[in-house]
């Protein structure tokens, strides 16, 4: 995983092909409305920028990303930062897929 990293204020939809140096600020997992015990997805904020690995996505990750521990992460997807609830004023946030690496 050599090479130079992007900068965050450079991402945007459309490329899948990112490689970001990051500090995992928080790290939480959000429980589902239907049944709050049971969690959905991990939410996190990276320094200056969202991130949100999904349910199917949970197991792969959940034990390799540690709150205030640095990483690189590349292959995820770029998607706007809507909604009522933003943990991060970035225009974007990023969504592991099966091919995002840590």
Known sequence: MGGPFDMISAIHP???SWRLRVRV???WE??????P????????VLM???????KPMM????????????YTMMSFAVIKNVGCYRASRHEYKLLFSAKTKV
Do not use: H, Q, Y
Request: some cysteine; proline content about 3%.
């Open 30 to 35: 959000m429980c589902s409305i239907v049944d």
């Open 59 to 70: 197991k792969k990750f959940s034990n390799l990303i540690v709150e205030g521990e640095v």
């Open 14 to 16: 459309g490329k899948d």
């Open 37 to 44: 015990t049971k969690p959905f997805a991990i939410d996190m």
């Open 25 to 27: 600020v928080r790290l």
């Open 48 to 54: 200056d920028v969202e991130a949100t690995i999904r």
